[in-house]
C-alpha cells in the first residue's frame, strides 16, 4: 500500500508539471513481477489460484496478487495500457512494450546472492534485458522515436525487501561479513550504481522505491505468534526499513546533483 500511495504522489507530480509519459518500465522483485518469472527455473511462481482472481478474465498472470499491482495502476493513470505487460512474456512484442514493461522478477533484490537464494533474475540482468529492450525499441520505431520514449517514460523501482528477509536474516553468509549497517551502506551502493547506470542510458524520470514496514508482513506477524510473541510486527525488522529508507533519501540528494533533467523522488 505504502508504494501505492508513494507512485501516486510521483502522479501527481508529473502531472503538475505537464510532463508527457509514454510509457512506464519496471524493475524490482514480486511487488512488480508481472510474470517474468512464469519464464524462468525457480520455485518462486504465482501462476495459479487464488492469485489473479480479480485480474482480468481471472487470470493468474504471476503476478503475486489477487489483481494488478502497483504499477499496473500507474500505467493506466498516465492513460495508458492498465497492466504492464512482462518482457519475458512471449504473448507480447516490441509493439506492446513501447508503452510499458515490466522487468522485475520476485525473490530478487539489490544484492546478487538474494536472487542466487530461489535462482531469480538478479538485478545486472534486469539491466542487460532492458538495455536489449533499447534496441529492440530503436529498431522497432528508429533512433528518434525510441529515443524520445526512453527519456520520457518514467522508471518505477521497488525492491530491497528480500535482501534482509530473504537473505540477510535468514542466511549467514552476509551478516559473517556485514553488520545491519555495514550492509545498508552496501545495498546503497549498489542502488546508486543501478540509478547511474539508468541515468547514463537515457532515464530522466526515476522513483527509487524504498522498504514497506517489513516487520508486519504476513510472514514476520505468523512468525511472532508460532513462537508465542503473539501476533505483532517485528519493530527491529521496521526500524531496518526506516533507516535504510533515510539512507535512500540521502543518496537521492546526492545523485541528483550535475544530472540535468533529472526528475527523481525516493518513495516509501
Avoid at 504522489?9 to 512488480?32: C, E, H, M, N, W
Avoid at 510474470?35 to 524462468?40: D, K, L, P, S
Avoid at 528477509?165 to 545491519?180: K, M, V
Wanted: hydrophobic share 35%; proline share 3%.
Amino acid at each position: 500500500m505504502g508504494h501505492f500511495i508513494a507512485f501516486a504522489l510521483l502522479f501527481l507530480q508529473l502531472y503538475t508539471a505537464g510532463a508527457k509519459v509514454p510509457a512506464v518500465i519496471v524493475f524490482g522483485d514480486s511487488s512488480v513481477d508481472a510474470g517474468n518469472n512464469n519464464h524462468i527455473q525457480t520455485v518462486l511462481k504465482s501462476n495459479f489460484r487464488p492469485y489473479g482472481r480479480d485480474f482480468f478474465g481471472g487470470k493468474a498472470t504471476g503476478r503475486f496478487s489477487n489483481g494488478r499491482v502497483p504499477t499496473d495502476f500507474i500505467s493506466e493513470s498516465f492513460g495508458l495500457r492498465p497492466y504492464v505487460p512482462a518482457y519475458l512474456d512471449t504473448a507480447y512484442n516490441i509493439s506492446d512494450f513501447a508503452s510499458g514493461v515490466c522487468f522485475a522478477s520476485a525473490g530478487t533484490g539489490y544484492d546478487n546472492a538474494t536472487s542466487d537464494v530461489l535462482s531469480v533474475i538478479p538485478l545486472w540482468k534486469e539491466v542487460e534485458y532492458y538495455k536489449e529492450y533499447q534496441k529492440k525499441l530503436r529498431d522497432h520505431l528508429g533512433d528518434q522515436k525510441a529515443n524520445a520514449i526512453i527519456s520520457q517514460a518514467v522508471y518505477l523501482t521497488s525492491m530491497g525487501t528480500n535482501d534482509f528477509l530473504e537473505n540477510y536474516y535468514t542466511l549467514s553468509n552476509r551478516r559473517s561479513q556485514y553488520t545491519i549497517t555495514q550492509y545498508q551502506d552496501y545495498l546503497v551502493t549498489i542502488a546508486e550504481s543501478f540509478i547511474k547506470t539508468l541515468y547514463g542510458l537515457g532515464a530522466r524520470k526515476v522513483s527509487l522505491g524504498g522498504l514497506p514496514p517489513m516487520g508486519c508482513l504476513p510472514l514476520e506477524r505468523t512468525t511472532s505468534f508460532m513462537i508465542g510473541q503473539g501476533d505483532k510486527c517485528n519493530s527491529d525488522y521496521n526500524n531496518v526499513a526506516m533507516a535504510f529508507n533515510r539512507k535512500l533519501s540521502g543518496l537521492v540528494k546526492r545523485i541528483r546533483v550535475g544530472r540535468s533533467g533529472m526528475l527523481f523522488n525516493r518513495t516509501v
